[in-house]
């Protein structure tokens, strides 16, 4: 029989549970600015800006500065390494722009994917060696929550039994070191959207791998209550014929989260995985309007559904700053009303609002 040996305190789960609160408070949700340079790169060859260090934090200088209407929006800012030590333009580092605005640090923890042998293309998280030591530092730097990605993706073979449980385990390995140091784990195991496969299927294999999660989570001795998740909406594939609204898409993904995730969860900060910005408002206002009880809040942790329209009014030049910053207010406060069920689409696009912001086999 399993033995408790508590490893947090109550003082230390009191903390934990409150950041997790503060991030998922009703109408706010998570802005993920934790692009690795390569990602940064990919994203400023579309509008053909120079990916410099300088650059990047120029860009993030205008995001973590947008005006007042974004406060009631946005509970946390998930950032890259290289970020978390920038400064804006006045001196004053990032980190501490961002608390004294009222919003919690996050940073990103894990070191990318790797192939996982004896399978059929899949992979796991690399990153738990020095991660110890790292959640000790960057407590210290000003960060009281944390991300770690894993990914899985549906084929005819895949995923694995193996894989499954891999990053489950790897997810549950890296929770239980951030709650030490008093940093949330954000928990995110990504179902990627490559495919032809339909809702049901996703649907089903949502529900395995949360399962699969959860229990992993629960054999680490894991405080629930200090903790968000990080899934992806149960969707069909890209490349499935069928097209399903957003109060099917929201019913399947409710369904399956009532069916796998524990109600001492706070939070489900989703993420946006290649959705246009239209429709990651769109699914997630109808999953707040969904007749089913939900236990947790349901909110985004968005990065492209946030920053698409943003990115493309910036253009990489300076006299854009302030149409950059419109957009994304607009998108963070069209996101804030869907965290409880109040959007209704106007229309009223942004410079890419509508626009696919998928890319196969999305890597960091």
Same mark, same amino acid.
């Given at each position: ?14 903390e ?5 609160q503060?991030?998922?408070? @009703?109408g706010k949700?998570?802005l993920?600015?934790d ?20 650059n990047?934090?120029?860009?993030r ?15 946390g800012v998930i ?14 580092l ?8 009222g919003?919690?640090?996050g940073i ?9 042998g004896?399978t059929?293309?899949?992979t ?5 060696d020095?991660?110890y030591?790292?959640? =000790?530092?960057?407590?210290k730097?000003?960060a ?7 990914v899985?993706?549906?084929? @005819? ?7 499954i ?5 790897v ?12 940093? =949330?784990?954000i928990?995110?195991?990504?179902i990627? @959207?490559?495919g032809d496969h339909?809702?049901k299927?996703?649907?089903? =294999?949502?529900?395995? =791998? ?9 054999? &680490? &001795?894991?405080y ?11 969707t ?8 399903y609204?957003?109060?099917?898409? %929201? ?7 009532r069916?796998?995730?524990?109600p ?12 246009s910005?239209?429709?990651?408002s769109?699914?997630?206002? %109808?999953?707040?309007q969904?007749s089913l009880?939900? @236990?947790?809040a ?16 910036w ?10 910053q419109e ?19 106007s229309?009223?696009?942004? %410079? ?5 912001l998928y890319?196969?086999n999305? %890597?960091y």
């Amino acid at each position: 029989m399993p033995h408790s040996y508590p490893f947090l305190t109550p003082e230390q789960k009191k903390e934990l549970s409150d950041i997790a609160q503060r991030i998922v408070a @009703p109408g706010k949700g998570i802005l993920a600015a934790d692009e690795s340079t390569g990602s940064v790169a990919k994203r400023f060859q579309s509008i053909n800006a120079e990916n410099t260090e300088e650059n990047r934090r120029l860009y993030r200088q205008l995001l973590f500065t947008a005006d007042d209407r974004v406060a009631p929006c946005i509970g946390g800012v998930i950032f890259f390494h290289e970020t978390l030590y920038q400064k804006t333009d006045d001196g004053k580092l990032f980190p501490q722009l961002i608390k004294d605005r009222g919003m919690v640090v996050g940073i990103k923890v894990d070191k990318g994917v790797v192939p996982l042998g004896g399978t059929n293309g899949e992979t796991t998280t690399q990153g738990l060696d020095g991660l110890y030591e790292r959640c =000790v530092q960057y407590k210290k730097d000003g960060a009281d929550f944390a991300k770690w990605r894993c990914v899985l993706k549906i084929t @005819p073979t895949t995923p694995s039994n193996l894989a499954i449980i891999e990053n489950a385990n790897v997810l549950a390995r890296y929770a239980s070191i951030c709650q030490m140091h008093g940093i =949330v784990p954000i928990v995110e195991p990504e179902i990627l @959207p490559d495919g032809d496969h339909d809702l049901k299927r996703c649907q089903y =294999v949502t529900e395995k =791998v949360l399962a699969a999660v959860y229990k992993a989570l629960s054999d &680490h &001795h894991v405080y629930l209550e200090g903790t968000l998740l990080k899934p992806n909406m149960v969707t069909a594939g890209h490349s499935c014929p069928q097209k399903y609204s957003a109060q099917e898409i %929201a019913m399947a993904t409710v369904t399956a989260l009532r069916r796998t995730v524990p109600p001492a969860v706070p939070g489900v900060t989703f993420l946006s995985g290649g959705q246009s910005e239209e429709e990651a408002s769109i699914n997630l206002n %109808a999953m707040n309007q969904c007749s089913l009880d939900r @236990p947790w809040a349901l909110t985004f942790s968005y990065g492209r559904a946030l920053q698409a329209s943003a990115l493309k009014a910036w253009g990489g030049k300076k006299d854009n700053g302030k149409a950059c910053q419109e957009e994304f207010i607009k998108r963070a406060m069209n996101n804030s009303k869907a965290c409880v069920g109040k959007y209704v689409a106007s229309g009223d696009k942004g %410079a890419a609002a509508g626009e696919s912001l998928y890319v196969a086999n999305h %890597a960091y």
